[in-house]
């Protein structure tokens, strides 16, 4: 074997790994925790927050 063939099987190695996280990503069953994970930063909001804020508006009305 020369450095040839070892670097061309290499790059069909690679290939094809990228071409399985490309279609993992882009999957229907991916797509339901992509959702789920885009919407964890605004889970440790405060709930109490939305309340203060009808309060305070019906107050100034």
Excluded: H
């Amino acid at each position: 074997m020369d450095y040839g063939l070892v670097g061309s099987i290499f790059t069909v190695v690679v290939f094809v790994c990228f071409m399985g996280i490309v279609l993992w990503a882009f999957s229907k069953r991916a797509k339901t925790r992509f959702d789920q994970a885009q919407n964890l930063v605004f889970d440790d909001e405060p709930q109490q927050q939305t309340t203060k804020n009808k309060q305070e508006s019906s107050v100034n009305e």
